[in-house]
């Protein structure tokens, strides 16, 4: 299995690639450091979660990851 064949945060096979807004800093986006739009592969469980998350994003080692780029 490559790289490319599994989520962006586990080893699981991903279930589609989605467009995430990915930035550094508080869950508020008006305070973010840093901000950057990707298009990242999701596994169920994952896309799941970023789902529930919301607007506020959620947070993964220091980064908080949010579906979309709006």
């Keep these: 299995m490559s790289a490319l064949d599994r989520c962006a945060f586990c080893q699981a096979r991903p279930l ?8 550094v800093g508080p869950a508020d986006r008006a305070a ?7 298009t990242i592969p999701l ?4 896309l799941d979660r970023l789902r ?3 607007g506020s994003g959620w947070e993964h080692r ?3 990851h949010k579906l979309g780029w709006w």
């Design 43 to 46: 596994c169920a469980r994952h």
């Design 52 to 54: 529930r998350a919301g």
């Design 62 to 64: 220091g980064r908080r």
């Design 16 to 23: 589609q690639e989605s467009a995430v807004l990915r930035w």
């Design 32 to 38: 973010a450091e840093e901000e950057e739009r990707v």
